[in-house]
């Protein structure tokens, strides 16, 4: 998925300059006494929050610089990627193809939305969405993601992304049977220059009905709290997956 390498590559620059019926706008509410029903199709894309949503949110502006990604599992993220602490990878990156069952995976969407270009809090969000055949096997998916995430909580793990190679810290894995978010603070080194600034990163993955939900909060690392945004590190990631959970419910 070519919209998470691009994401990669820009995050990092941004760095170094820093020195699921209808859904609208807003968090989905479910409608009462309706058993949920799996979600596929087009009707997956409606899981993925808007610009105008996130805006609201994290109080700053996003604009989306590549349409949303859509389609089945070969959408999911299959660049040329080495890492160390193989295991960790689902935490350190978004939707990777080696970390989910290809067979199982029915639907993906995912979007990335980024800064203006004006001082800001965040430098980019990241959302994507798997579907499952079932509910049963989502959770138990999530189950198994869940705990791959705790093990890793304290870990650093370094990845070699073309020619960027990036150093992860992991930290701050907290858990329910829902969710699981995480921290993580990125330090990419381009070819011939030194590190660029650690980048502070917030990860969440939810579960609802058939469906998996990723974010990823990228801050940028010379922020100062003065800067415009609302946007918390412990606790943004988690209000997105949240928000996306929700449309699930609506949706199914």
């Not at 299959?78 to 978004?94: D, E, K, N, P, W």
């Not at 509910?135 to 093990?151: E, I, V, Y």
């Not at 939900?213 to 010379?222: A, P, S």
Request: aromatic share 4%; net charge positive; with cysteine.
């Amino acid at each position: 998925m070519r919209i998470f390498t691009a994401a990669t590559l820009l995050t990092a620059v941004a760095a170094l300059a820093a020195g699921c019926g209808g859904v609208v706008s807003g968090t989905a509410k479910p409608a009462p006494n309706l058993k949920p029903r799996p979600l596929s199709g087009a009707t997956v894309q409606q899981v993925l929050l808007d610009g105008p949503t996130l805006s609201r949110m994290l109080n700053q502006p996003f604009v989306a610089r590549d349409p949303a990604q859509v389609g089945g599992p070969e959408k999911l993220y299959r660049g040329r990627r080495s890492a160390s602490q193989s295991g960790c990878l689902g935490v350190t990156a978004m939707l990777q193809k080696s970390v989910y069952p290809a067979a199982d995976v029915r639907d993906v969407a995912a979007e990335s939305w980024w800064n203006n270009g004006e001082p800001a809090q965040v430098i980019t969000v990241m959302e994507g969405v798997v579907t499952l055949p079932s509910a049963a096997q989502a959770q138990a998916l999530f189950a198994q993601f869940s705990r791959q995430w705790q093990q890793c909580n304290g870990m650093t793990t370094s990845e070699q992304s073309g020619p960027i190679s990036t150093t992860n810290v992991i930290s701050d894995v907290r858990a329910t049977d829902t969710t699981v978010a995480a921290t993580k603070t990125a330090t990419a080194v381009l070819p011939n220059m030194p590190a660029l600034r650690p980048t502070p990163q917030g990860r969440a993955l939810g579960v609802r009905s058939n469906c998996l939900v990723e974010v990823e909060v990228v801050f940028f690392g010379g922020r100062r709290s003065s800067d415009p945004g609302s946007a918390d590190l412990n606790t943004s990631a988690l209000d997105i997956a949240h928000a996306m959970m929700d449309r699930v419910s609506a949706l199914g």
